[in-house]
């Protein structure tokens, strides 16, 4: 099991567009043995953070190279969220 939390920010003035991202992007998990456990949107709209848990490390590494979702990502250019990724375990 692979826990990770992905702290997300977009750019100014793409908000919309970088959730529409991240709205087809996480529909893309499943593909991959992940789900998303849970979804937070900051109060100022401009950040997310998304706690997916991936049934193995293959699966994580297999949807980063999701060729739909590298596409997406594509698309936006510029406006594309930047995106830090942290394994996390229970403690």
Known sequence: ML???AVVDYP???EAA???YEDEVLALLGR???RLERRL?????RAEV???RFDARAGYESFLGD???VA???ALGESAPTTRVIEVRES
Request: hydrophobic share 30%.
């Open 3 to 5: 826990n990770l939390v």
């Open 50 to 52: 998304h706690l997916i």
């Open 32 to 34: 991959h043995g992940g």
């Open 12 to 14: 100014a003035g793409a």
């Open 41 to 45: 949107r900051g109060s100022d709209g």
């Open 72 to 74: 997406l990502r594509a």
């Open 67 to 69: 060729p739909e979702r």
């Open 18 to 20: 970088g959730q529409r």
